[in-house]
């Protein structure tokens, strides 16, 4: 008696991206584009995104910073310290919520200071060089070798870096027997669905029930 045959590839690849292909700057109500606004939000949620927290908590607690106005580097470095806290708590942000705070507000001073508030200033200077990208994203207060990796995979479809999977969203592939070379694992996916699919990649990585219901919807 054999058992069951692995599903193919991109017929697991298709149902990864059905079930979780949202990006969290989706999530947190981000309408990603090339434009100063929405590129500063996801450099928010990035920030809260690298804490140890869950990925549900820096969502909420996006929301709430956006919600209260803070929603371009100036606006957040016009807030108070204890604006900033108090709108990290209202969406559960609690356990780093003072340190985060004092980050956002340096980060948001740093990004007018560098980049007049326009984070595609920073695209430009860096180019096409991914490890330039990484290293300028990683000057920002609060945003480390994680946070870099998290912007980037997010912002690969507007930037045009792509494919751009990190050892995180390799570690989901690998977990459902999706190729691990980047180019590989990008023929599965249409070339504008790669940020959601790094996303749901992520989610595989951190969660196994997620890979467990994916391999059997993908083998029904």
């Keep these: 008696m054999t058992g069951r045959r692995s599903p193919d590839p991109a017929r697991v690849a298709r149902t990864l ?13 981000i309408r990603l584009r090339d434009t100063p606004q929405p ?7 990035t ?6 927290i869950r990925g549900a908590t820096a969502v909420a607690a996006a929301k709430e910073l956006f919600a209260a106005g803070m929603r371009d580097a100036r606006r957040m470095a016009e807030a108070s310290w204890q604006q900033r806290v108090d709108a990290l708590g209202r969406g559960g942000y609690r356990r780093y919520d003072e340190r985060t705070s004092t980050q956002l507000g340096d980060g948001a001073l ?3 200071r560098e980049y007049g508030g326009d984070l595609r200033r920073l695209r430009e200077r860096a180019g096409d060089d991914t490890a330039e990208l990484s290293r300028l994203l990683r000057q920002v207060p609060g ?10 995979r997010e912002a690969q479809d507007v930037w045009r870096i792509t494919p751009y999977f990190d050892a995180k969203a390799l570690r989901g592939a690998h977990r459902l027997g999706l190729p691990e070379d980047p180019p590989d694992l990008a023929r599965l996916v249409p070339d504008d669905r790669y940020a959601a699919f790094a996303a ?7 969660d196994k029930a997620v890979a467990e219901s994916v391999r059997e919807r993908a083998s029904a």
């Design 39 to 45: 590129l500063y939000q996801l450099l928010v949620l």
């Design 110 to 112: 740093l990004v007018l």
């Design 47 to 52: 920030d809260l995104l690298s804490a140890r």
């Design 143 to 152: 945003i480390g070798p994680t946070g870099a990796d998290i912007y980037l």
């Design 200 to 206: 749901a990649l992520v989610r595989v990585a951190l």
């Design 17 to 29: 991206l059905d079930a979780h292909g949202v990006t969290y700057a989706e999530e947190a109500g």
